[in-house]
């Protein structure tokens, strides 16, 4: 199994000015303890569950830029981009250059979006539910499109493109690989079928068992390969300031491992202190590189 790392918060000791420091120390560190990718959130406000909307919050693509900077081998990506908040021709260029400045190390995570708040705090247009989802899917055929080097019109029922040029194009090929977020049964993870590289659920080894049988059915629907996609489940670690609670870590993505998670991707508790980051690469990384 691997490890990615989620960094959804920034409100870390010494305020803004420290901001970069910290955030280059935590990529640096995060890497050399053997994390395969590091990834932010795509939101301009901070979310309920992790802080009030008044907190730091930066934004996505150029934190991902800056961390491509100071990191050789990491894959980087949002987790996830919600489809409202940029064009899909401009989102397809944006993760491009990532791709391209890092060295082919850059993932698409995207979903339908949901957090009001934040688009009507900032302008953004929030469509209803069935949209969005219409909206995600010619995104998805969008950046298809760009990144198979064909510049033809894009005609949809939201989105016109006169040109679909995209140069430079990505290294990574045939295109950057991309992870739909979200377990939704009856949209989302037909989307994921039909286009994804990698899905991402919440909740526990037995609810990730139920989503990857619903994705299996999807497959089999659109004559898609299962095997295909990489299968993740957001898990929070918390392996205590001095490490004791690594073997309990251990043991939960042994839980997520047996149902068929190849992946698990969270938070990391007391990320900002790099002593953490160093427990989970010596008494976590290398206990499940074989689950």
Partial sequence: MKLGLQIPSFTWPGGPPEIGRRLASVGRTAEQAGYDSVWVMDHFFQIRGVGPPEQEMLEAYTTLGYLAGVTSRVGLGTMVTGVTYRHPGILAKEVTTLDVLSGGRAWLGIGAGWNEEEHRGLGVPFPPVAERFERLEETLQ??????????????????????????????????????????????????????????????????????????????????????????????????????????????????????????????????????????????????????
């Fill in 142 to 291: 969008i950046c298809l499109q760009m990144w198979a080097d064909d510049d033809r019109p894009f005609e949809g029922k939201h989105y016109r493109l006169e040109r679909t040029l995209n140069s430079p194009q990505s290294l990574s090929r045939p295109h950057p690989p991309i992870m739909i977020g979200g377990g939704g049964e009856r949209k989302t993870l037909r989307l994921v079928a039909k286009y994804g590289d990698a899905c991402n659920f919440f909740g526990n080894a037995e609810t990730c068992r139920h989503k990857l049988e619903v994705l299996q059915k999807h497959c089999a629907d659109v004559g898609r390969d299962y095997g295909e996609i990489e299968k993740t489940s957001y898990y929070v670690v918390d392996v205590g300031q001095d490490g004791s609670r690594a073997n309990r870590v251990v043991d939960d993505l042994g839980k997520l491992g047996a149902v068929g998670i190849q992946a698990a991707i969270g938070a990391l508790r007391g990320v900002e202190t790099t002593r953490t980051i160093e427990l989970v690469g010596e008494r976590v990384i290398p206990q499940i590189g074989s689950l």
